[in-house]
């Protein structure tokens, strides 16, 4: 298969996280027949991640390393003359296919590089954290997320913040009998409005999103309990804003800290274009295996919607950039 072909053919697999295991399969029985030797790394019950090497070559010094989950729904694939369509298209099974195709002509070249591709990713990085306890000692990690084919020169990081105010349920008629977790939740996120969020001047702004908000019981009972979830997209160290959440909620709410994805600044290389990544990636969960890099084909913000694309041009052109940066690196 070619690239397109290959492409089209992973996006008609479904692979919604966590239903990775049919494109697991193919994976390495495609690269099988591509001469890389491929195995599973088992991750929960039929899941698992997939991690190809060139016979003699167990060991690579650089790694390209993207995910094969995608997010619903399923989309099958489709494509004109200048894209291909569907679920996956450009985050990640396009970024997958211009992988395979830069490795099989790295090979050509006498540049012998791995492949590893992870489940998870879109949900907890689960295939990456396993996979950081079974790092081979490789000295450069390319991951690939859609870019537009620019070097990332960091990622913003994220924070999960989960707010639950509590009250004392009441007849509605008379308010002043209970006391309203709704109330309390609402001010607390006036508060969290009203906060001065930090700036990289290279990177940009720390932005928040609100995007969960449930509570009470019935339009004619005071509500005892409400409770929103918020996404802080981070450009530095997350301590300070940490305090400052918890010191602006003040007694209005619980403060609970369910996850956190770091900030990071990442290795850029003369010559390529640079963006900043204001999306997290496998790459924090895979410190083991090298110091990072990340681009793809693809546009994020055609990501997760209806019309995923990505550019036919664009694809042909990663697989030429992959190859010149492993060869930098290499070299």
Request: a negative charge; charged letters at 25%; aromatic letters at 6%.
């Amino acid at each position: 298969m070619d690239l397109f072909a290959l492409t089209r053919r992973l996006i008609d697999i479904e692979s919604i996280t966590p239903n990775e295991s049919a494109v697991g399969d193919f994976l390495c029985d495609e690269l099988r027949r591509r001469g890389l030797e491929a195995r599973k790394m088992p991750v929960e019950g039929a899941r698992a991640n997939v991690l190809a090497t060139w016979p003699g070559h167990a060991r690579p010094e650089i790694v390209f390393s993207t995910h094969m989950d995608t997010v619903p729904p399923f989309i099958a694939s489709s494509e004109d003359d200048g894209r291909i369509y569907g679920r996956g298209a450009c985050d990640a099974k396009g970024i997958i296919a211009a992988q395979i195709l830069a490795t099989e002509k790295l090979c050509g070249a006498g540049v012998f590089v791995g492949l590893l591709f992870l489940v998870g990713e879109e949900r907890d990085s689960i295939g990456a954290k396993l996979a950081n306890q079974q790092a081979m000692g490789t000295r450069f990690m390319i991951n690939g997320e859609p870019t537009e084919n620019k070097l990332a020169l960091a990622s913003k990081g994220a924070l999960h913040v989960e707010l639950v105010a509590r009250g004392r349920m009441a007849h509605s008629a008379y308010p002043e009998l209970g006391e309203s977790a709704i109330d309390k939740l609402v001010e607390a996120l006036h508060r969290l409005h009203a906060m001065k969020l930090p700036e990289d001047p290279e990177v940009g702004p720390c932005t928040k999103n609100v995007g969960l908000i449930q509570g009470g019981r019935a339009p004619n009972v005071i509500p005892d309990s409400a409770q929103a979830n918020l996404f802080y997209r981070l450009v530095g160290p997350a301590d300070a804003l940490r305090r400052e959440i918890t010191e602006a909620v003040g007694e209005l709410a619980e403060v609970h800290f369910t996850r956190e994805t770091p900030f990071l600044r990442l290795r850029t290389l003369d010559g390529l274009p640079t963006m900043v990544a204001a999306f997290t990636t496998d790459i924090p969960s895979l410190a083991n295996w090298g110091e990072p890099l990340l681009l793809g084909p693809g546009s994020i913000h055609v990501a997760h919607t209806e019309g995923e694309f990505v550019e036919k041009a664009q694809l042909r052109e990663a697989v030429e950039i992959y190859c010149s940066m492993a060869k930098r690196l290499s070299s």
